[in-house]
């Protein structure tokens, strides 16, 4: 069975730094594209950033860019999410998921998603 688990988040002050991790299980890592969603509260689910399978091209939503990347290991079978210069309106809970298509930013083509993991920023 596949599975996606996040962890890493928690409660920062703005202007700090947060590092998200997401391990996955049950199939060739590798073969996926990955990304991270997140929802705020009130808010529908927003693409964050997608890496590709062999973590050479990146893509990022306008209001993360130049502040968050996104990195993978696929010896680890893990995607990383390095937040920084964060943001009270970053706070939201962050998702990692997985997609055959490439820098698509709808949830619906997104297939196996993670628990999510609590990220609060503080001014």
């Known amino acids: 069975q596949v599975q996606l688990v996040e962890s890493g988040g928690g409660k920062v002050q703005e202007g700090g730094s947060l590092r998200l991790s997401c391990a996955a299980s049950?199939?060739?890592?590798?073969?996926?594209?990955m990304a991270w969603f997140r929802q705020g509260p009130g808010n529908e689910r927003e693409f964050v950033a997608t890496?590709?399978?062999?973590?050479?091209?990146?893509s990022y939503a306008d209001s993360v860019k130049g502040r968050f990347t996104i990195s993978r290991d696929n010896a680890e079978n893990t995607v990383y999410l390095q937040m920084n210069s964060l943001k009270p309106e970053d706070t939201a809970v962050y998702y990692c998921a997985d997609s055959t298509g490439w820098d698509t930013r709808s949830v619906y083509n997104y297939h196996t998603w993670g628990q999510g993991t609590q990220v609060t920023v503080s001014s």
């Open positions: 890496i590709s399978r062999s973590g050479s091209s990146t």
């Open positions: 049950g199939r060739t890592f590798s073969s996926w594209i």
